[in-house]
Nanobody
Framework: VQLKESGGGLVQPGGSLRLSCAASGFTFSNYYMSWFRQAPGKERELVAGISSAAGSTRYADSVKGRFTISRDNAKNMVYLQMNSLKPEDTAVYYC?????????WGQGTQVTVSS
């Protein structure tokens, strides 16, 4: 089982990034997929989630209207489009897969929003 995030980096406030998560080793289309983030000194928090068939999504209040989660079950990929980035979005972003009692995490990708 592997979840591998990519797309992080340094961006100026107001900029955009698109995170990708490549999944392998499990039946991706069965799993609820989420993005979490963890800033230094803070607890890991849910950023966005998307149901297995992409029929429903949910977002943290802090990112609503700025971030969009999507998935491609044919490619075993989940994405997080992040627009209008703010310094407070700086964190390590993690991909998460969950299905009944099964749960997997990626290693994370750093996002830094700074001028």
């Amino acid at each position: 089982v592997q979840l591998k995030e990519s797309g992080g980096g340094l961006v100026q406030p107001g900029g955009s990034l698109r995170l990708s998560c490549a999944a392998s080793g499990f039946t991706f289309s069965n799993y609820y997929m989420s993005w979490f983030r963890q800033a230094p000194g803070k607890e890991r928090e849910l950023v966005a989630g998307i149901s297995s068939a992409a029929g429903s999504t949910r977002y943290a209040d802090s990112v609503k209207g700025r971030f969009t989660i999507s998935r491609d079950n044919a490619k075993n990929m989940v994405y997080l489009q992040m627009n209008s980035l703010k310094p407070e979005d700086t964190a390590v972003y993690y991909c998460n897969a969950r299905f009944v009692s099964f749960e997997y995490w990626g290693q994370g990708t750093q996002v830094t929003v700074s001028s």
